[in-house]
């Protein structure tokens, strides 16, 4: 008996032994978590413009939480929308659930609906059978926020005036968008706007204390008075009656300032490309003058002909966008955002007008500044063909014009053409001296 214990009891120590390896435990494979795969369509996008004879797709939230599809009966869910007769772009969204009398109403002029919106919304369909994505409008470009409302009860006294909450004032619209634009410009839009707010800026109240003194001590220059008086009549450029050649006649540098040659050297950039380029898109008088620009071994002066030729492209592109018979011609044809800026400043499309055209005396003075530039490339004797097909005139349109900045209209090679002598003499003058003979 004493054996077994101690032959029990030496197992016993044997198992205890901390030298012993104890239970080996086996290393768990790890499956590698799958990623799913994503298919992949290659579908052609249809983008569907605003029919104003169809109510496009509505998108809007619950505030609450409510959703409607979680009713018995979905169907039973009436939905109405409400426009506005006299403001268009004022719409009313109403959901009226079955059986309960809380109304869930959407604006798009109050509410979170008035807040700034830097983006545009559209709805898209994939169509899978036919590879297609339809991309469509949606209501006044809003998502509505649909908040409850109990029906019958008058909320206009809680509720804030539109007029104090929905709508700024031009001034405030300003603001935000040179904050906006300050913020995601690009380096050189930000530095041409920081320029023309330079230029716009009123002065100071310490600067107009002594503003009365210093117009008492004022000398009035009677001839400069007259000629800007005749330079806005005539709706020409800036001119010098008393200028001995036409160069200085109609100045260079009053109508394309310092700052404004950067932005005009396309042209001359692709002449220097050696590169094969395509003119189709550019004005007849230009695409006449290309071999001239090209011919020219004096690089300063090539460089200025063609940024006048650019200029003139601007110009002719501006007043197509904004005639019936020309936008065509001008769609996509991009004019830097300073030179934008100032010809709309300059020419001044009707403001707040649907239709976007210039007025009569305006088109007068774009195209005045047109036929100025062409006599600066062309030495100051230009044949009208060509300008008149750009600018969609008749000739005898065009010669009035000539005459109305001081030009003679002559023929060469049984083609009309404009030169300016110098002084200037207007029609209106000679018209008097006339009279006065008699």
């Known amino acids: 008996m004493e054996s077994d214990a101690e032959d029990t009891k030496s197992q016993l120590t044997q198992n205890h032994d901390p030298s012993t390896p104890k239970h080996k435990h086996k290393k768990r494979k790890t499956k590698k978590a799958t990623v799913p795969t994503i298919p992949t369509v290659q ?83 994939l169509d899978k059978a036919t590879q297609t994505l339809k991309i469509v409008p949606i209501v ?42 300050n913020l995601y410009g690009t380096k050189k839009s930000i530095r041409e706007s920081k320029k023309m707010q330079s230029l716009k800026q009123a002065d100071g109240p310490d600067s107009l204390k002594d503003l009365d003194a210093k117009i008492k001590h004022l000398v009035v220059n009677k001839e400069a008075l007259e000629s800007a008086e005749a330079q806005s009549s005539r709706h020409i450029p800036p001119f010098n009656e008393s200028a001995t ?60 002909l063609a940024c ?22 001008a769609k996509g044809h991009r004019i830097p955002s300073s030179l934008r800026n100032k010809f709309l400043n300059m020419f001044d499309p009707a403001a707040g007008s649907r239709k976007q055209t210039l007025s009569r005396e305006k088109t007068n003075l ?18 009208l063909t060509d300008i008149a097909k750009d600018l969609r005139m008749g000739e005898a349109n065009v010669k009035d014009h000539y005459e109305n900045l001081g030009c003679k209209l002559t023929k060469k090679n049984g083609k009309p053409v404009a030169t300016l002598p110098v002084p200037l003499k207007f029609p209106q003058e000679q018209r008097r001296q006339k009279k006065g003979k008699r």
């Not at 579908?43 to 029919?51: D, K, L």
């Not at 409400?82 to 969204?93: C, D, H, S, Y």
């Not at 005045?368 to 600066?376: E, K, Q, R």
């Open 43 to 125: 579908a052609a996008v249809q983008v569907y413009p605003e029919n104003p004879e169809k109510t496009p797709p509505i998108v809007a939230h619950f505030s609450s939480g409510f959703d409607p599809t979680k009713k018995p009966d979905p169907n039973s869910t009436k939905i109405g929308l409400f426009r506005n007769a006299n403001r268009a772009k004022r719409v009313e969204l109403v959901v009226h659930p079955d059986r309960t009398n809380v109304d869930f109403v959407g604006t798009s002029y109050t509410g979170a609906a008035t807040s700034d919106q830097y983006c545009n919304y559209a709805l898209g369909v």
């Open 308 to 329: 006048i030729c650019t200029y003139i492209t601007h110009l002719i592109k501006f007043k197509d966008q904004y005639t019936m018979d020309g936008v065509s011609s």
């Open 245 to 304: 050649t036409p160069k200085e006649a109609y100045p260079l540098d009053k109508i394309i300032i310092t700052g404004e040659w950067d932005d005009v050297q396309d042209i001359y950039n692709k002449l220097q490309g050696g590169n094969e380029v395509k003119w189709d898109a550019y004005p007849n008088f230009v695409l006449n003058k290309i071999q001239k620009l090209k011919n020219i071994r004096v690089e300063e002066e090539k460089f200025k």
């Open 140 to 181: 006044s470009n809003k998502i509505f926020r649909l908040e409850p409302k109990v029906r019958g009860y008058n909320y206009s006294d809680m509720e804030p005036a539109t007029s104090a909450v929905g709508e700024l004032t031009a001034q405030e619209k300003a603001e935000k968008q040179m904050q906006l634009h």
């Open 366 to 383: 774009l195209i005045s500044y047109v036929l100025v530039l062409t006599l600066h490339v062309d030495e100051f004797q230009t044949e």
